[in-house]
């Protein structure tokens, strides 16, 4: 399969810049994201670590661009935004509780995770690889409320030197 023909399967679930030459952009769609209201308390132990991956590529050739600069921003304070390098596996041992090993529930995965020595923020710049994609985690402890009770969305803007676009995450 050609990158071209890779290229345009990519895009048909995701949001492209619109610019007609030089870098483009493309992001995810809107995420959806498993949550309810139990698990809507701050620093409880309970996110979700919901993986990103962005791409910039070439829009007159389909080709992937290594090394460009994506900054991405949460607009929520409990939306922040980890590096994919820092994200490890977590392990559960008989009679040691996740708090025993400062350990946190990732509900995307319904799994562990240790992010007790990374550096979460709520802006982080990456650099895309050789194949254009730059992978992020956004962590969502909680998502803000409106007054009937229903969970609002939460946006991540992603930024480079050419573009910039948003996406949301929704609490489904």
Known sequence: MNRLAILTVVLVGCAVEESASGPQLLIPDDVAVDWDQSLNDVDDGLVALVPVDVMVYDS???????????????????????????????????????????LTWDVWRDRYVDLSEVDVTDRLTVRTD???????????????????????????????????????????
């Open 60 to 102: 007159q050739s389909g080709e992937p661009l290594d090394g460009v600069e994506v900054a991405l921003g949460g607009t929520a304070p409990d939306t922040l935004l980890l590096s994919a390098f820092d994200v490890q596996p977590g392990y559960m041992y008989d009679g040691i509780s996740a708090a025993d090993e400062a």
């Open 130 to 172: 050789a194949t254009g994609l730059a992978r992020v985690y956004v962590l969502v402890d909680r998502f803000a409320m409106d007054r009937s009770g229903r969970a609002l969305p939460t946006t991540v803007t992603v930024t480079t030197r050419d573009s910039e676009q948003s996406l949301a995450l929704h609490a489904r």
